[in-house]
């Protein structure tokens, strides 16, 4: 049974909460932080509740906020739900920051936080099961790419499929992607794969020295050119070239590269000494080809040269879950490069999951290696990875006159109809998504008048 610890000074809310939670967690309790730390550290819950008040200090955050640190330093992927008062927002705040999953009001509503400690059990039990999916080494993370959604399947696949023949393979995608490293895993695959790998980017080299690079150049070719030197072509002989960027490539530079790539042949700038050379073509871009195809920037034919298979890489926006994924992978890399230990907060995990990423995977890596770095506790939050996103305020309900027994069940009634809203009437799901059986949600329904 999952393992549930109630941090909290007064005896009568442990007793109502264990009472409450008893049948569906084992619940552990504690009236002061050290009898909690000395239970967390023997029993090792998934999730706490935790008042910021405790003794010898009730009246302050002190102790609350000790044993909050302490829990995290212990275990940083613990879920701890802090109970605070409604005039303590800045110390909910705070909690927050430190790495407290959420924040509920005092008084607590018990199917009200049973909600809220069943999505942290739901959350605790996803990475525990990402955590030894990870740990896992297969084929794909031992070509450094990691991901988990159907289009990165897709690109797997494919990789597996076009690595052993010597087909020339074009790769396109947005900048950031990872297209660089689909085409070193081609080549590890292959059966190249202990002859060189040879990458050239043909968007950084000027017009006027590219040709000497891909081709090489004889002595005397040009101003400076002393000796004869290879090309870039020719030092992949018997392995793979890869040419980044190759919608940048000039124009008449792609004649060459098509004579190359129907022939084996190449001719050095200044020579004319045919000279063959056996080296598998790999390309990439991030342009639309077929436009620049339609305004005469790319010719057609040498398009069909070097696609004749095209991998798509899908951009992170796209890739759903993997962006948590590829998120803890770099966490984990930084914090052993940095001999640090941190952890994602709820908030920045909010962060990553709706932020749009036009950098892509390159820009993921570049926000968590700075937010590792700059990070001062041991949670990062959204400041870290530079957002200015903040958690939602502790929610302070309008009193309206109404007697607390009147707010909760108001409060207790729009819940049950917006849950029977959502799972469009279906009780069964409703009374899952609250966290109560479907007999006590009929009950609820029924105290409250709730028709079906």
């Known amino acids: 049974m999952k393992k549930l610890l109630i941090v909290d000074d007064n005896e009568d809310i442990r007793q109502q909460l264990k009472w409450g939670l008893t049948q ?3 619940v552990l ?3 002061d932080a050290h009898e909690a730390l000395s239970l967390f550290r023997n029993e090792h819950p998934a999730v706490v509740i935790l008042d910021l008040g405790l003794p010898p200090y009730p009246d302050s955050s002190v102790e609350g906020f000790r044993c909050l640190d302490e829990m995290l330093g212990l275990n940083p992927v613990t879920k701890v739900i802090m109970l605070t008062g409604n005039n303590e927002r800045e ?3 705070k909690a927050m920051r430190m790495g407290a999953f959420d924040f509920y009001a005092k008084p607590p509503v018990l199917t009200e936080l049973k909600v809220m400690i069943g999505r942290a059990f739901h959350i605790a039990t996803l990475e525990e099961q990402n955590s030894s999916i990870s740990s896992g080494a297969e084929p794909e993370e031992q070509w450094g790419m990691v991901g988990r959604c159907a289009e990165m399947q897709a690109v797997y696949t494919t990789i597996r499929k076009v690595a052993p023949s010597n087909a020339p393979i074009l790769i396109t995608g947005e900048s950031g992607t990872g297209k660089e490293l689909v085409a070193a895993a081609i080549h590890e695959a292959s059966q190249r794969r202990k002859g060189p790998l ?4 043909c968007g950084a080299i000027p017009e006027n020295l590219l040709e000497s690079e891909l081709f090489g150049h004889e002595k005397g070719a040009f101003t400076g050119a002393h000796t004869a030197v290879r090309g870039k072509l020719q030092f992949a002989h018997k392995g793979t070239l890869f040419l980044d960027e190759i919608g940048e490539l000039p124009v008449n530079l792609q004649v060459k590269l098509l004579r190359f790539l129907q022939e084996g042949l190449i001719q050095r700038v200044g020579g004319r000494e045919e000279i063959p050379v056996d080296a598998r073509t790999t390309c990439a871009t991030n342009i639309d080809i077929q436009k620049a195809i339609e305004e005469g920037r790319f010719r057609e034919d040498l398009y069909y040269r070097i696609g004749v298979v095209t991998i798509k890489l899908p951009p992170l926006r796209e890739r759903g879950d993997d962006v948590l994924l ?7 890399l930084y914090c052993k490069e940095n001999k640090k230990k941190v952890r994602l907060s709820p908030a ?3 962060f990553l999951k709706r932020h749009d990423w036009p950098g892509n995977v390159r820009e993921l890596k570049n926000r968590i290696q700075r937010a590792v770095i700059m990070c001062d506790g041991t949670s990062i939050g959204p400041l870290d990875l530079g957002c200015d996103f903040e958690p939602p305020p502790v929610p302070v309900p309008a009193n309206d006159g109404l007697s607390l027994r ?3 069940e108001r409060m207790e ?3 049950i109809l917006n849950a029977i809203e959502r799972q469009s009437g279906n009780i069964l799901k409703a009374a899952e998504e609250l966290g109560v059986s479907r007999p006590t949600l009929y009950d609820l329904m029924k105290k409250l008048s709730i028709h079906q």
């Open 348 to 350: 920045a995990i909010a």
């Open 198 to 201: 040879v990458a050239i980017n």
């Open 326 to 332: 590829l998120a803890d992978n770099f966490l984990r």
């Open 24 to 26: 569906e967690y084992q």
């Open 29 to 31: 309790l504690a009236g």
């Open 91 to 93: 110390n909910a705040l």
């Open 406 to 408: 009147e707010a909760r």
């Open 413 to 415: 009634r729009e819940m």
